[in-house]
């Protein structure tokens, strides 16, 4: 493989990176992609491109999305402390029982006020 090759397949990770570690956190924080696009000035078509990963994100635009987010930059550059994933459907509801119940058993066992969230590590 020649040189030019292994450096557009590291661009390309690099790119699908950064656009996954964007998609994570507008996810974790409750926003959608049109909404953080409206949010940092983008279009909805261009959020679209750079969350896909086709194409890649500049230095402004990731500054804005860490700022409107409250992330590091940093975070969404190398794609680390990525937030975890809420639980969705049945799983979600499986787990909730098994909440209730422990809070039953809390409630019984003199414990108040203790909140949890139900996430699954990506």
Do not use: C, W
């Not at 499986?94 to 422990?102: I, K, N, P, Q, V």
Request: hydrophobic share 45%; net charge negative.
């Amino acid at each position: 493989m020649s040189m030019i090759t292994e450096a557009r397949e590291e661009i390309d990770a690099d790119r699908i990176r950064v656009a996954t570690a964007v998609r994570a956190h507008y996810s974790a924080a409750g926003f959608s992609a049109s909404a953080l696009a409206r949010e940092v000035g983008m279009t909805q078509s261009k959020m679209s491109r750079r969350t896909t990963g086709a194409e890649p994100f500049d230095i402004d635009e990731l500054s804005a999305i860490a700022r409107v987010l409250e992330v590091e930059i940093v975070d969404l550059i190398t794609g680390t402390n990525l937030p975890a994933r809420p639980i969705r459907g049945g799983a979600a509801a499986g787990a909730r029982r098994h909440l209730y119940l422990l809070e039953d058993e809390g409630r019984s066992a003199g414990l108040s006020g203790v909140n949890v969230a139900l996430y699954q590590l990506s």
